[in-house]
T-cell receptor, first 111, second 115 residues
């Protein structure tokens, strides 16, 4: 069961553009995480958000957790070709529980 | 930081044979490990939750007799794909929760190809 709806699934943009990826659910999560995955490798954690309304920044990446802890967004400013990859949101109902992943957003940034 | 070592990184096997994938926690004790599979250009789908010393909990639609999970120690969990078929070809990834918060660490994955 895919509890997290992630959009868009595919995104192709040019270097320098901004983009936002959305992760929505009808369920409340204790925490929500964003990962980036390269082909043939395991996902790498970008950020964890646990407080409703929380905003975290990681260089050109801005992550937001919805007030009701049901949704999150990832915004990338001035995308670069090095940002190309699969971005995954994942939520946990509680600490130590399995992560449920969204379908992922495949991002391609062309020079 | 907490590291999970997954082995092998890739394997090719013939239809009908069994393949074992190992995940070891190197510097921490993993009471619980999670097994995921990922098809090309798709997301990770949870297969089962593995608890040390007890039977694994499988997600709906995952055949427990086909995907055997053993978690006999706090540092090792194994997934055995029995009587593999080409449709079992996929990327298998293990994960462990770390600490009491929301930390998770992932193995590097195993690319299984059944021919």
């Amino acid at each position: 069961t895919q509890l997290l709806e992630q959009s868009p699934q595919f995104l192709s943009i040019q270097e320098g553009e901004n983009l936002t990826v959305y992760c929505n659910s009808s369920s409340v999560f204790s925490s929500l995480q964003w990962y980036r995955q390269e082909p043939g490798e395991g996902p790498v954690l970008l950020v964890t958000v646990v407080t409703g309304g929380e905003v975290k920044k990681l260089k050109r990446l801005t992550f937001q957790f919805g007030d009701a802890r049901k949704d999150s967004s990832l915004h990338i400013t001035a995308a670069q070709p090095g940002d190309t990859g699969l971005y995954l949101c994942a939520g946990a109902r509680n600490s130590g529980y399995a992560l449920n992943f969204g379908k992922g957003t495949s991002l391609l940034v062309t020079p | 930081g907490a590291v999970v070592s997954q082995h092998p990184s890739w394997v090719i096997c013939k239809s009908g044979t069994s393949v074992k994938i190992e995940c070891r926690s190197l510097d921490f004790q993993a009471t619980t490990m999670f097994w995921y599979r990922q098809f090309p250009k798709q997301s990770l789908m949870l297969m089962a939750t593995s608890n040390e010393g007890s039977k694994a909990t499988y997600e709906q639609g995952v055949e427990k007799d086909k995907f055997l999970i053993n978690h006999a120690s706090l540092t090792l969990s194994t997934l055995t794909v029995t009587s593999a078929h080409p449709e079992d070809s996929s990327f298998y990834i293990c994960s462990a929760s770390v600490g009491n918060g929301y930390g998770y660490t992932f193995g590097s994955g195993t690319r299984l190809t059944v021919v």
